[in-house]
């Protein structure tokens, strides 16, 4: 095994890790519907270290760890495994081998904020839960914005930082 599979494998298992701790112990849920915490981080800097298969590889195999060390008493619903492996996809599409700007990482958030957290887990919630589609969508459209405003320049200076601190290279 190269030397370049055996970083990104040990990687891949920290920001597993990283992903499980921040989902599944520090994220507050929203009404039983949105949950919204600093996971975003660990996705993102997954897609840009791992590249979108990779990423959403990680993505999935967290959300799956994740229900069997704390499932908060809920059932593992493979949908939401679905819209992890999307969430790293998306931030491996925008992020991974591209210069870091403050720009791509709103314009990142944004992209998983709409397509994945809006529109495809507000399906989820309806079809699987019988939560009225509309109602679910009000709530998410207050959250997701803000966590947009938020995590997007965070998002930045993480990833500015870990440029900088020269462990790990991004261009730009």
Request: overall charge positive.
């Given at each position: 095994?190269?030397?370049?599979?055996?970083?990104?494998?040990?990687?891949?298992?920290?920001?597993?890790?990283?992903?499980?701790?921040?989902?599944?112990?520090?994220?507050?849920?929203?009404?039983?519907?949105?949950?919204?915490?600093?996971?975003?981080?660990?996705?993102?800097v997954s897609g840009a270290l791992l590249g979108?298969?990779?990423?959403?590889?990680?993505?999935?195999?967290?959300?799956?760890?994740?229900?069997?060390?704390?499932?908060?008493?809920?059932?593992?619903?493979?949908?939401?495994?679905?819209?992890?492996?999307?969430?790293?996809?998306?931030?491996?599409?925008?992020?991974?081998?591209?210069?870091?700007?403050?720009?791509?990482?709103?314009?990142?958030?944004?992209?998983v904020a709409v397509t994945v957290e809006i529109?495809?887990?507000?399906?989820?919630?309806?079809?699987?839960?019988?939560?009225?589609?509309?109602?679910?969508?009000?709530?998410?459209?207050?959250?997701?914005?803000?966590?947009?405003?938020?995590?997007?320049?965070?998002l930045y200076v993480l990833l500015r930082a870990?440029?900088?601190?020269?462990?790990?290279?991004?261009?730009?």
């Amino acid at each position: 095994m190269k030397s370049s599979e055996v970083r990104r494998i040990a990687y891949a298992a920290l920001l597993m890790a990283l992903d499980i701790i921040l989902t599944r112990f520090l994220s507050p849920l929203f009404f039983e519907v949105d949950r919204v915490g600093f996971q975003v981080l660990a996705n993102a800097v997954s897609g840009a270290l791992l590249g979108p298969v990779w990423a959403a590889i990680t993505c999935a195999a967290a959300d799956v760890a994740g229900m069997f060390i704390n499932s908060a008493g809920k059932a593992y619903i493979p949908h939401l495994t679905l819209s992890a492996a999307l969430r790293g996809f998306w931030y491996g599409a925008v992020l991974y081998k591209k210069p870091v700007s403050p720009a791509r990482c709103l314009i990142a958030v944004g992209i998983v904020a709409v397509t994945v957290e809006i529109l495809l887990n507000t399906t989820w919630m309806t079809v699987l839960f019988n939560f009225p589609w509309l109602e679910v969508l009000k709530i998410k459209m207050i959250t997701r914005p803000v966590s947009v405003a938020v995590f997007g320049p965070l998002l930045y200076v993480l990833l500015r930082a870990l440029r900088r601190s020269g462990v790990i290279s991004f261009p730009g």
